[in-house]
């Protein structure tokens, strides 16, 4: 059964605590939450203090999405504030292995993000070590664009390796999430599914949520 993770990047900032309720009840595996510090990404969006607002409302896992640069600054920030998967791009970071044993020390999960661009070559010296690895499906930066299609052979080359090896990272995909295109990314080895405007634009959560755990039956 793949998880579903709607992302809040598309949700109603004016009452996030209600959004994210209202997620739970509809069968939100995780609540993905993406941080943009417009030097990485040319979008802005939120920081720890938003995550230790969000964490008493919800039992949920919270998969945090750090699209800034130098990710290893705030890793204990969003640690505290309650984060259960820290996850950084590739790109962000010049040591990814130390910032991957600084987010797990920091009692957190650690994820490893691949840009559309980036093979995953770039990060297999890692992957023994990471808890997920998250192939974006489109651009970082904003909600509501298209799927690349190009990215889904990732997907693929991640699950053999993860059988090969017996490595235990979950594969999440994230962008341009719809009840069409997430069963090219299951059929394909991925785990957990980001959906920001496919769940929050619709007044209906629980029939998003539902359609895209239906497709991939
Ligand atoms: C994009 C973010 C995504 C975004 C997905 O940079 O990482 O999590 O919210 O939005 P949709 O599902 O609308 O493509
Ligand atoms: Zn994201």
Redesign the pocket.
Known sequence: MVKIAP?ILSADFSKLGDEIREVEKAGADYI?I?VMDGMFVPNITMGPLVVEAIRPVTSLTLDV?LMIEQPERYVEAFAKAGADIISVHVESTKHLHRTIQLIKSAGVKAGIVLNPHTPVEAIRHCLGDADLVLVMTVN?GFGGQSFIKETVIKIQELNEIRNTERYNYEIEV?GGVTDETIALCTNAGADVA?AGSYVFGKSDREGAIQALKQAVK
């Open positions: 992302s993905h993406d999405h970082p994230d980001v």
